[in-house]
């Protein structure tokens, strides 16, 4: 199986620095002063589609051949990744199939819609899912773009931790949340190649950890029935993203749902912006783990801001 290297994220970077925004680099004394050290977090509830999904989906959908492009590309999703596709698509003037199930919030499908994207509802199960995708793409043609377990996406993911070393130059920890893998293997080859020394550690929700079961018995667990408020981190790891998880990763470190809503509104409050519950989730494992983090430098990748307005957690 071959992994995304270091040269293939700065590779990717100049691909997608026209489409893409660089996110800026946030601190908060407030926040500092609680936890008893210095974080800096990169902001990817700013980035286009709201998060940091979009930086692997402009890369895969750019990076394919004239040919391939024309046929368009389909995925199945009813998040981020959903619309992450159908705007990178309609940014390069092709056409994106997202299979969606019937259940998924109407923001989402609005939002996928109004991207130009073409949707097909299905039953609201993986393996519904799966074969709908399978029909369209044996029909149509289609390059399927894996929401994480794809090596241009990986790519592209980590550029948001190429940003953020560069802007801070050096940190002792990095923290980013897991779900499938794809933003925490893009980071992990980031931070290795360019800090050797600092840690990459990856948050998970305890009622959802399955990359920490996995991580710590090396093999791939299923997420099943997870249980959490982070919703963008209930998918399993891919065999890709594990390889490169079990090559560069420090640690995986989980946090309770109360302190995932504690972190989640210690940044609206002190930081005055919005990000969903899957962003908490370094904060969260730092909320819990005080003296494991007390003095150091820190940089956290905040994933996304897209959050159910009218159902908030506090």
Same mark, same amino acid.
């Given at each position: 199986?071959?992994?995304?290297?270091?040269?293939?994220?700065?590779?990717?970077?100049?691909?997608?620095?026209?489409?893409?925004?660089?996110?800026?680099? =946030? &601190?908060?004394?407030?926040?500092?002063?609680? %936890?008893?050290?210095?974080?800096? +977090? *990169?902001?990817?509830?700013? #980035?286009?589609?709201?998060?940091?999904?979009?930086?692997?989906?402009?890369?895969?959908?750019?990076?394919?051949?004239?040919?391939?492009?024309?046929?368009?590309?389909?995925?199945?999703?009813?998040?981020?990744?959903?619309?992450?596709?159908?705007?990178?698509?309609?940014?390069?003037?092709?056409?994106?199939?997202?299979?969606?199930?019937?259940?998924?919030?109407?923001?989402?499908?609005?939002?996928?819609?109004?991207?130009?994207?073409?949707?097909?509802?299905?039953?609201?199960?993986?393996?519904?899912?799966?074969?709908?995708?399978?029909? =369209? &793409?044996?029909?149509?043609?289609?390059?399927? %773009?894996?929401?994480?377990?794809? +090596? *241009?996406?990986?790519?592209? #993911?980590?550029?948001?931790?190429?940003?953020?070393?560069?802007?801070?130059?050096?940190?002792?920890?990095?923290?980013?949340?897991?779900?499938?893998?794809?933003?925490?293997?893009?980071?992990?080859?980031?931070?290795?190649?360019?800090?050797?020394?600092?840690?990459?550690?990856?948050?998970?929700?305890?009622?959802?950890?399955?990359?920490?079961?996995?991580?710590?018995?090396?093999?791939?667990?299923?997420?099943?029935?997870?249980?959490?408020?982070?919703?963008?981190?209930?998918?399993?790891?891919?065999?890709?993203?594990?390889?490169?998880?079990?090559?560069?990763?420090?640690?995986?470190?989980?946090?309770?749902?109360?302190?995932?809503?504690?972190?989640?509104?210690?940044?609206?409050?002190?930081?005055?912006?919005?990000?969903?519950?899957?962003?908490?989730?370094?904060?969260?494992?730092?909320?819990?783990?005080?003296?494991?983090?007390?003095?150091?430098?820190?940089?956290?990748?905040?994933?996304?801001?897209?959050?159910?307005?009218?159902?908030?957690?506090?």
């Amino acid at each position: 199986m071959l992994l995304p290297t270091f040269s293939d994220i700065l590779e990717a970077h100049a691909l997608i620095k026209p489409f893409i925004h660089r996110t800026p680099v =946030l &601190t908060s004394k407030s926040i500092n002063g609680i %936890v008893g050290c210095d974080l800096f +977090f *990169k902001c990817e509830n700013f #980035q286009k589609v709201g998060a940091f999904k979009f930086r692997g989906a402009v890369n895969a959908v750019f990076s394919l051949s004239e040919d391939a492009a024309q046929a368009g590309v389909g995925t199945h999703s009813s998040g981020n990744h959903a619309a992450a596709l159908a705007l990178a698509a309609r940014m390069r003037g092709i056409q994106a199939h997202i299979v969606m199930p019937s259940n998924a919030p109407e923001v989402k499908k609005i939002a996928v819609a109004g991207y130009g994207a073409n949707i097909t509802y299905c039953e609201p199960t993986l393996q519904a899912r799966e074969t709908t995708l399978k029909k =369209l &793409t044996d029909e149509l043609g289609l390059t399927v %773009v894996h929401p994480y377990n794809n +090596f *241009k996406v990986i790519c592209g #993911q980590g550029t948001a931790a190429l940003e953020l070393l560069e802007e801070i130059g050096s940190a002792d920890m990095l923290l980013c949340p897991v779900g499938g893998g794809g933003l925490l293997s893009g980071t992990a080859i980031v931070t290795k190649a360019l800090l050797p020394g600092c840690k990459v550690i990856a948050a998970e929700p305890k009622g959802a950890d399955d990359a920490f079961r996995s991580f710590r018995d090396g093999c791939i667990y299923p997420s099943v029935h997870p249980a959490t408020i982070a919703d963008g981190l209930l998918t399993s790891l891919g065999d890709l993203t594990f390889a490169v998880i079990q090559q560069n990763v420090d640690e995986i470190v989980t946090a309770s749902e109360e302190s995932i809503v504690a972190a989640m509104r210690m940044i609206w409050e002190r930081m005055k912006i919005i990000v969903e519950p899957s962003s908490a989730l370094p904060l969260a494992v730092i909320l819990e783990n005080r003296e494991k983090f007390a003095g150091k430098r820190i940089g956290i990748i905040l994933s996304g801001g897209n959050v159910e307005l009218t159902k908030l957690p506090f």
